[in-house]
């Protein structure tokens, strides 16, 4: 078996030298940008948003309804279509709850919520919600009115 060996590319013309060194340059510059940009992740204020009142808008049979409900760290209050519910209120971080109705009604309310706070802003936050142990989950946005 005969081995052979690779020899350097051996580029003569300026014009493709100076082109080659460029695109160094911009694959560089890239892989720059995307490192840091990899690293990023949003500033999330997720304490502002455990007490206050809040509004949260939702479709329901194709009609906008708003939900509002009042929360303190250990208590929410919730108005929808003008019923009123309780639940508890349990942090598991700063940014991650589950509420649990005080009152169910049926089996359905019985069951946990686990909430988790994705992004923040001034008066709002986006969160994905889903029952406790179900791979399902929803989102939603939530907006500040009242502290």
Request: proline share 4%; aromatic share 12%; charged share 25%.
């Amino acid at each position: 078996m005969k081995m052979v060996l690779l020899k350097p590319l051996k580029i003569d013309n300026p014009a493709l030298i100076s082109l080659f060194c460029r695109m160094k340059k911009i694959m560089l510059g890239f892989l720059i940008i995307f490192s840091f940009y990899s690293c990023y992740s949003p500033e999330k204020d997720c304490k502002e948003f455990h007490t206050g009142t809040f509004e949260f808008e939702t479709y329901l049979n194709g009609e906008l309804v708003t939900s509002t409900f009042n929360r303190s760290e250990d208590l929410e209050i919730d108005t929808f279509l003008g019923q009123t519910d309780t639940s508890s209120v349990r942090w598991i971080n700063d940014c991650e709850y589950v509420i649990t109705n005080l009152h169910p009604k049926n089996m359905a309310e019985k069951q946990p919520l686990h909430i988790k706070i994705l992004t923040t802003n001034k008066d709002n936050y986006t969160f994905e919600y889903g029952l406790v142990g179900d791979p399902k989950k929803k989102k939603g946005t939530v907006r500040k009115v009242a502290d």
